[in-house]
Structure formats: C-alpha cells, structure tokens
C-alpha cells in the first residue's frame, strides 16, 4: 500500500482514539487487511515500472507541487512504504496532516531553511537556547541565513519582511527553560513558527495545537527511544509537508527504511516511556533540590525526563563518577545518560553566548531513563561526592529514600 493511502486508511478511522492508542495502531491500521502483523521492511531502492509515460507523468507532477505520488513507489529518494508509515504515525501523534522524515534532526532543520531560503525568506529569528548545533548552523550562515536572536517578548520587533521563520524549543535543550507557545505564535503573526518538540514529545506537548506550524524532533532521541537509530522529523501541514519533500529528493537527507521500521515501532511505547521516565526524574530533581551540594535544578513544570542541575563542586569529576548512569551525548534512551553541555552538546555555540543563554560552566544535563530510581539515586549521590558521610546527609537520605 503506498504512504497516501496508508494515510487515507487511518484518518478514517481514527477521528478520536486516546494518544496511547494511536501510539500502537497509527501507521499501522492497514496490517490486518492485508493478512500482517508486524509492519514490513521495504528495503528496495528501486522498483519495476514498465508504463514509463506513467512515470514521467509521476515525476513531472511531483516536481511540479511535491505531492506524495500515487500508486506504487518509484525510488527510494523519492519515498518509502516503511518510513512513510512512520511519517504517518507521526503526523497522527502530533495532530497535523503530514510529517516528513530525514537522515537526522538536523538534516530536518537543514530542510526548513532550505524551503524557506529558496523563497527569498532567509531571514530566522530565533531565542536561546537551542540545541548547540541547530544554534551553530543559524549562527554560522551554513545556508545563507541570517539569524536574529531575542527573548520572547522581542519577537514581533525582530521580524522583517524577509524573515522566513520563528525558531523556539521548549523545554530548550539544556536549560529546560519553558515557552509560552501560543503566545509566540501569536507574535509570529503570518510567519511560520517552528517549535523543537524532541524533550517533550507529542506525550506531553503537540505544539501545532498553540500554534506551531512545524513541530521538529530529533527522532534519534524520545520517538526511537532505544540510543540505536538516527532520525530527524518535520510534523507540519500538508503544503509545507510537500515543500519538504522536494527538497529532501533534491539533496538526498533521507531516512533509511530500517530506520523507520525502528521508529515506528519506538512510538508504540513512546508513552509509557515518557511517563514512566517522567516519573524518575521528578523523583530524582525533588531529591537533588534538596541536596546541599547541588546549587540549582531546572526541571519543566509540564514534567519530562530532562534535568538539568548545577553543582557547587567541579561538574566534571561528577560524570567521572558515574557508574550505572552512562555519560555521553545524546538522550531519551531507556537508560540513563549525563553531560557536560558547555563540554560537549553546546561547545560549538560562542561561549558569551552561551553563558548568556543560561548554559553555565558548572550545568549538567541528565537524560532518566527506566532503571529503578533508587538505583540512580545511588549513583548521583555517590557521583556528587563530598558530603555523603557527614550526619545531616545520612538522615536526608533517610528522609527521602
């Protein structure tokens, strides 16, 4: 069954299922027709057409808007059944009309500015933070934009004729800082507004709902949710879905159909992941307020599995210490994982900037993963160091334990 179809498929029946639902059956709802269960893996890069007046045809008409082609597919950088189920899923998750998939979140990016750019629109106002590397490439003018940089309340000021797009992500990676989103786009007025949604998710936040036009995720993170697939994801309406996909045929970011295959089946128990994930962190970021040898914690009001804490002491003898956790880039995996983001995740963003954006040399970003929490509790307090023999912590641990 080819993407439009699958697409037509679910959105007939699925006018008000619960998220948890759509989580497990959206992309999906075409299986059980066709005699299936698990989802198929279409690995072709090619496939057979013997009516070549038909495929030019096929061709001409998506050069011309970029719509998905109908009837079988054509050619793997053209599209594929096994990503566009999870595109699909996506889109049904995040409550727009289409989404389109790429090799990374930042090839997702790349593919926004591009779309905007070649418009003529290659002006970005965007608020800190973001991700280090989404912060470097609107910096750095890789693509021939020029980027404006403000607080919230600046943004309707900072807007020009030429500006193509208003970027925000909230909660920001790694502050956790939290964005009033509908206000934003309010602010945006006829600019399209894209929302980085990958800490949150659609589980605790679908950011088309106040207004966000693009919703992007680095889907290597939450939505694979296993550290073993790299994926970026546009959720957006379909004109823009269309745009996307030009541009993802004519540079060739696309997402291998394994990869889909694994995506789709992460979203499946995406929320419970994120609630039960959710859950540890809350635990873990009540317990490390109340510690003394933590300066400050940053966890987001609508929840997650994000913290982001300060120590008092040298944050990296702190990840030295680490044994269960594992310390490394990246995050939204089952287990858990720490960095250093002025080390590592924001070492490419201007060290002004990035102290000015609240990214302090002494942060730690902490991704919660599913272990028991008493266990994580173990490792931080031991990786924190100084002050776990003296009495007063031996009965605060008692306290909360």
Not at 46 to 53: C, E, I, Q, V
């Amino acid at each position: 069954m080819d993407s439009a179809s699958i697409r037509a498929h679910d959105d007939a029946r699925t006018a008000s299922r619960a998220l948890a639902t759509e989580a497990v059956h959206a992309g999906r709802d075409d299986l059980a027709r066709q005699g299936l269960h698990a989802p198929p893996i279409d690995l072709s890069t090619t496939y057979p057409s013997y009516d070549s007046r038909a495929e030019a045809a096929r061709i001409d008409a998506f050069a011309a808007d970029g719509a998905e082609p109908v009837g079988p597919p054509v050619y793997g950088r053209l599209g594929n059944p096994t990503v566009a189920r999870f595109e699909t899923a996506l889109a049904r998750l995040e409550g727009t009309e289409a989404a389109v998939a790429f090799a990374s979140g930042m090839a997702a990016l790349s593919a926004v500015l591009l779309a905007r750019g070649s418009t003529g629109l290659r002006h970005v106002v965007a608020v800190r933070p973001l991700y280090g590397c989404s912060d470097h490439l609107l910096t750095a003018g890789l693509l021939g934009t020029e980027v404006t940089w403000t607080d919230p309340a600046g943004i309707a000021d900072a807007l020009r004729p030429d500006t193509g797009l208003v970027m925000v992500e909230s909660p920001a990676n790694p502050t956790l800082a939290e964005l009033d989103l509908r206000a934003i786009a309010h602010a945006c007025g006829s600019v399209p507004l894209l929302a980085d949604n990958t800490f949150a998710t659609p589980v605790l936040q679908r950011p088309a709902e106040h207004g966000a036009r693009l919703v992007l995720h680095s889907a290597t993170k939450y939505l694979g949710g296993h550290g073993d697939v790299l994926a970026g994801v546009v959720a957006c309406d379909e004109e823009f879905a269309r745009r996307l996909r030009q541009i993802r045929f004519a540079t060739g970011g696309v997402l291998h159909p394994l990869a889909g295959y694994l995506l789709l089946r992460g979203l499946s128990t995406l929320p419970v992941r994120v609630r039960a994930a959710s859950a540890n962190a809350a635990e873990l970021a009540r317990r490390l307020t109340a510690d003394p040898r933590v300066a400050r914690v940053r966890y987001p009001r609508l929840g997650g599995a994000m913290i982001a804490f300060e120590v008092h002491g040298d944050p990296h003898e702190v990840i030295g210490r680490v044994r269960l956790i594992t310390p490394a880039v990246s995050l939204g995996s089952v287990d858990t994982l720490i960095q250093h983001p002025a080390s590592i995740s924001h070492r490419i963003v201007d060290a002004a900037d990035r102290r000015g954006a609240g990214v302090s040399d002494r942060l730690l970003r902490l991704s919660v993963g599913l272990e028991d929490v008493e266990d994580l509790w173990a490792d931080l307090d031991r990786a924190l160091g100084a002050g776990t023999g003296d009495p007063a912590r031996a009965g605060h641990r008692q306290a909360v334990g």
